[in-house]
């Protein structure tokens, strides 16, 4: 049976940042965690190892971030 | 360094059709453990942060593409295997509990409704201490009312339901069968919504929220 997908998909007026938003939430935050050692690089330089919680908590501020800006322009 | 980074996995079917390219345009391949199939794709790690976004959209893009055709188990981006050994290795490990997850929401998707403050009435601290407390502790009641609505009428829709409060509001998971979408969306219009509240719903998503707790954080030999 076809299900629908519009809901998540970017390219509907007005709700791109929203739904981009909940991509990243849902890439990031919702299923499979395996625990282990992760490596980012910091300004395209630095290597640093850090836990998953810490690169998850860094994303959590983003999306907080992102979802503020889009709750400012839906009230005006 | 490449590494392994793995996508979903689903229960294989010879008409399931496979996205041919995934993260950084790489190709997307299909690990096979029995009936289990995982997806995954050797990249370039780590990711630039910068990229990050993008990186999730084509993400996003790989799981998408199977979860149209069937329950699939998602795994997070930022999770990585060393290679593909490790990787045949997990999915060795953990094809039955897998499997059984798969079995039990073959036919189900993940709906999501968040319920918030509406923008600019989250209480504030403009006020006395005590001000904001009560403000807030209004706020919360509020909400509580809102999604004790919502669940009862979920109720007709839902083969489960988990409710999780957040930073950004508190968020309903409904898992319901595949085609109810509709449904579930007429169901969430139908409750009333006081002013001072906001609600946005998603979906369907694969059924993240109602994995096995074996499947959500799985062993992996020689993790740290």
């Known amino acids: 049976m076809p299900s629908e997908f519009e809901s998540i998909t970017l390219s509907e007026p007005g709700e791109g940042e929203t739904s981009l938003l909940e991509i990243i939430d849902h890439v990031l935050n919702a299923g499979v965690v395996i625990h282990g050692s992760l490596v980012i690089s910091l300004a395209g330089v630095d290597l640093v190892y850090v ?26 | 360094m490449s590494h392994a980074l793995a996508y979903c996995g689903f229960l294989h079917r010879q008409e399931i059709s496979l996205p041919n390219s995934g993260v950084r345009s790489a190709a997307v391949q299909a690990l096979a453990e029995g009936e289990l199939r995982l997806l995954w794709s050797e990249v370039e790690w780590p990711f630039n942060p910068a990229d990050l976004q993008k990186n999730a959209v084509e993400f996003h893009g790989v799981v998408q593409h199977v979860f149209r055709q069937t329950a699939v188990i998602p795994f997070r981006l930022l999770s990585v295997l060393s290679n593909r050994s490790e990787l045949a290795a997990f999915a060795a490990e953990n094809a039955q509990a897998f499997v059984a997850d798969l079995e039990r929401l073959k036919d189900c998707v993940q709906m999501e409704c968040v319920v918030y403050p509406a923008p600019g009435l989250a209480p504030g601290h403009s006020g006395s201490g005590a001000e904001y407390l009560r403000e807030r502790a209004a706020m919360l009641r509020l909400i509580e009312q809102q999604v004790a609505d919502l669940k009862q ?3 007709a829709v839902a083969r489960d339901l988990r409710v999780r409060e957040a930073k950004s509001g508190t968020r309903l998971f409904v898992l319901t069968e595949r085609g109810k979408e509709s449904e579930f969306r007429n169901l969430v219009e139908q409750s009333p919504l006081p002013g001072k509240l906001s609600r946005r719903m998603s979906g369907p998503w694969p059924a993240a929220q109602f994995l096995s707790d074996s499947v959500s954080a799985p062993q992996v030999a020689g993790a740290k």
């Open chain 1, 51 to 76: 836990g998953l919680n810490v690169v998850l908590t860094s994303v959590e501020t983003a999306l907080r971030n992102l979802q503020s800006a889009e709750e400012k322009r839906s009230s005006r």
């Open chain 2, 153 to 155: 009428r979920l109720h």
